[in-house]
Nanobody, 115 residues
Framework: QVQLVESGGALVQPGGSLRLTCAVP????????MYWVRQAPGKGLEWVSG????????NYAESVKGRFTVSRDSAKNTLYLQMNSLRSEDTAIYYC????????RGRGTQVTVSS
């Protein structure tokens, strides 16, 4: 089991921005795909974004494309999810995960978008 620790969630107004952080153990970080997934109230897990930690290449769900940016800092074994132009429908618990379905994930961080 890989211990992943997310942080950075908060209450933010529509149109606002947040940056989420995920700390990854060094042994689990190098040269692999890592993911962000989310779970909105009453719904299942939804894939949001992925990034290859070696190449730095990312991809996004259509619902967040153009608003969210995934990145990594290899020196710190850390993933980031920059979220701009937030909408009420982005309200969810956000997890980083070792697979795109979120079967192995951290405890999550709550993002609430509300006025």
């Amino acid at each position: 089991q890989v211990q992943l620790v997310e942080s950075g969630g908060a209450l933010v107004q529509p149109g606002g921005s947040l940056r989420l952080t995920c700390a990854v153990p060094r042994f689990a970080f190098s040269n692999r795909w890592m993911y962000w997934v989310r779970q909105a109230p009453g719904k299942g897990l939804e894939w949001v974004s992925g990034i290859h930690t070696g190449a730095g290449v990312g991809n996004y769900a259509e619902s967040v494309k153009g608003r969210f940016t995934v990145s990594r800092d290899s020196a710190k074994n850390t993933l980031y999810l920059q979220m701009n132009s937030l909408r009420s429908e982005d309200t969810a618990i956000y997890y980083c995960a070792t697979d795109s379905r979120g079967r192995e994930r951290g405890r999550g961080t709550q993002v609430t978008v509300s006025s």
